[in-house]
């Protein structure tokens, strides 16, 4: 159980165009979703935290107008990286919690971004 | 705030025994994991302390020292296939909606035959 899908796995696109990341709880139901960005050899960092339903909760330093999410139900959530330039090219997780019976987060598979 | 702080690097020999190192500073301590990330793959979930002590997961062990700000993730019986990152995290109840996970910079392990 606790299975979270990520949709891309890898995705290559131009500067300038926008890329939507989905991320799935498949057999529970995520009241919160975490997306994450990881660079080559470094570690894990959150950018936002969302509820369904509500507005995401930004980390300092995430342009939330350039990471768009959207939680709009308890099993999905999206990230659109918007006029995507080279160096948002990264790793992108997403993570999901059942906050009423588990103290731990699922993590996704990642996405590959790759920005030309 | 959180400050997390790891080893950058260990390596170690097949079948040998490994301790990865935590230090933490945080002002809303709610437990503290440990995750292995393969290169280019999603973190896994290893192991899970909230209460100080020492949690017993198969050939992998967890401790905690909460008055200390400290754990250690020790790997006995080495396996080649236990050459990857190992990220300590955080849970800070006075992040977004009371559980900010926090990581550290994570520690490469290479396991040498």
């Known amino acids: 159980g606790a299975v979270v899908s990520q949709h891309p796995s890898w995705v290559i696109c131009k500067s300038g165009t926008s890329v939507k990341i989905e991320c799935r709880s498949l057999?529970?139901?995520?009241?919160?979703m975490f997306w994450y960005r990881q660079f080559p050899k470094q570690s894990l960092m959150l950018m936002a935290t969302?509820?369904?339903?509500?507005?995401?909760?930004?980390e300092q330093g995430v342009e939330k107008d350039k990471f768009l999410i959207n939680h709009a139900s308890l099993t999905l959530s999206t990230l659109t990286v918007t006029s995507a330039h080279p160096e948002d090219s990264s790793f992108y997780i997403c993570?999901?919690?059942?906050?009423?019976?588990?103290?731990?987060?699922?993590f996704g598979p990642g996405t590959r971004l790759t920005v030309t | 705030g959180q400050n997390i702080d790891q080893p950058t690097e260990m390596t170690a020999t097949e079948g040998a025994i490994v301790q990865i190192n935590c230090t933490y500073q945080?002002?809303?301590?709610?437990?503290l994991f440990w995750y292995q990330q393969h290169a280019g793959e999603a973190p896994t979930f290893l192991s899970y302390?909230?209460?100080?002590g020492l949690e017993e997961k198969g050939r992998f062990s967890s401790f905690l020292s909460r008055s200390k700000g400290y754990s250690y993730l020790l790997l006995k019986e080495l396996q080649m296939k236990d050459s990857a990152s190992y990220l300590c995290?955080?849970?800070?109840?006075?992040?977004?909606?009371?559980?900010?996970?926090?990581f550290g910079p994570g520690t490469r392990l290479s396991v040498l035959p």
């Open positions: 993570s999901a919690s059942d906050l009423g019976s588990s103290y731990e987060q699922y």
């Open positions: 057999d529970f139901q995520a009241t919160t």
């Open positions: 969302s509820n369904e339903g509500s507005k995401a909760t930004y």
């Open positions: 945080t002002s809303g301590f709610n437990g």
């Open positions: 302390n909230v209460l100080d």
């Open positions: 995290a955080v849970r800070d109840l006075t992040g977004n909606y009371g559980q900010n996970f926090v």
